[in-house]
Nanobody, 125 residues
Framework: QVHLVESGGGLVQSGGSLKLSCVIA????????MGWFRQGLGKERGFVAA????????YYIDSVRGRFTISIDNAKDTVYLQMNSLKPEDTAVYFC??????????????????WGQGTQVTVSS
């Protein structure tokens, strides 16, 4: 069973930065497609960003492009989400997701097999 452990959430003022981390514990497969999703209060969980295992391809939703950066450290089996210029509308629980995939594959849909427990990000105005 693939186990994902997230960290790095917290409370930050508008315009501030946070960096989320997601460690893939108990690695089973050789490579994964990795993604970050978020769910605001009373809203459905939605896609934020994704990256392939080799780190050569990444995708973002329009509202975070240019402010958020997804990256991967294969040596540490860890995916990061650097979030800059945060806005109150970024407030949500952020979830890391993983799915077995070829090193060059990116998955931008919700059809991931493995999910973390979520970490709260709160941006005050």
């Amino acid at each position: 069973q693939v186990h994902l452990v997230e960290s790095g959430g917290g409370l930050v003022q508008s315009g501030g930065s946070l960096k989320l981390s997601c460690v893939i514990a108990e690695l089973i497969f050789n490579s994964y497609a990795m993604g970050w999703f978020r769910q605001g209060l009373g809203k459905e969980r939605g896609f934020v960003a994704a990256i392939n295992w080799s780190g050569s391809r990444s995708y973002y939703i329009d509202s975070v492009r240019g402010r958020f950066t997804i990256s991967i450290d294969n040596a540490k089996d860890t995916v990061y989400l650097q979030m800059n210029s945060l806005k109150p509308e970024d407030t949500a629980v952020y979830f890391c997701a993983a799915d077995e995939a070829a090193p060059e594959d990116v998955l931008t849909t919700p059809w991931y097999d493995y999910w973390g427990q979520g970490t709260q990000v709160t941006v005050s105005s």
